[in-house]
């Protein structure tokens, strides 16, 4: 069985700051990793994925994350934020080779920007 | 393109009820699912298919029916609603089923059972 566990429910910061969202997985097997932002009163979008080769990863808008497979964590990174970022954050894990069908997802993180 | 419909975007049901969810997709995917999501769980997975003619359950399958007649067409019907079914209901669809692949999720249905 797989887990992900996302470890803050609210992150607020400052609008230009950087930030953190931490995400922590349990697997017995090797995993693929996902992000996913979810704009208020919008379905989920891809940000960013791990399969495999380099840890750090770079996806869309700016973010970044590391797969760090010692710590089984994949925590997601910006250097500056934007009010625009605003929005819920799903880390989800799925195994390898894996499916879609077992893809887990965390109870999300709720990124307010402040002005 | 449209990509992931969903209809209808709010629903109010009445315990005991029942109704279909409706999803669609243009961009003729081999896989679709569906999902619900309540406060501080995240989105658990309802029932999924890999192709036109063959569906099957995630992880919360109970009160929930699919088909899938077309590659376009995933409906979703709530046999009797029950209070517990309140919640918002994603569907998502994917070129293939493979992890891999990106999923495309709709814009959701919220669902009040009373």
């Known amino acids: 069985a797989q887990s992900v566990t996302q470890l803050d429910s609210q992150v607020p910061v400052f609008e230009e700051a950087p930030v953190e969202l931490r995400c922590n997985y349990s697997?017995?097997?090797?995993?693929?990793l996902f992000w996913y932002v979810q704009y208020p009163n919008q379905g989920l979008q891809l940000l960013l994925k791990?399969?495999?080769?380099?840890?750090l990863v770079k996806g869309i808008n700016g973010f970044e994350a590391e797969f760090n497979k010692s710590q089984t964590s994949f925590h997601l990174r910006k250097p500056s934020v934007h009010i625009s970022d605003t929005a819920e954050y799903f880390c989800?894990?799925?195994?390898?080779?894996?499916?879609?069908?077992?893809?887990?997802f965390g109870s999300g993180t709720q990124l307010t920007v402040l002005p | 393109n449209a990509g992931v419909t969903q209809t209808p975007k709010f629903q109010v049901l009445k315990t005991g009820q029942s109704m279909t969810l409706q999803c669609a997709q243009d961009?003729?995917?081999?896989?679709m699912s569906w999902y619900r999501q309540d406060p501080g769980m995240g989105l658990r997975l309802i029932h999924y298919?890999?192709?036109?003619?063959i569906t099957d359950q995630g992880e919360v399958p109970n009160g929930y029916n699919v088909s899938r007649s077309t590659t376009e067409d995933f409906p979703l019907r709530l046999l009797s609603a029950a209070p517990s079914q309140t919640s918002v209901y994603f569907c998502?669809?994917?070129?293939?089923w493979g992890a891999g692949y990106e999923q495309y999720f709709g814009p959701g249905t919220r669902l009040t059972v009373t």
């Open positions: 998502a669809s994917s070129y293939s």
């Open positions: 697997s017995s097997v090797s995993v693929y």
């Open positions: 791990y399969l495999s080769g380099s840890t």
């Open positions: 989800a894990v799925s195994r390898s080779p894996g499916s879609a069908r077992q893809l887990t």
């Open positions: 961009m003729n995917h081999e896989y």
């Open positions: 298919s890999v192709g036109a003619g």
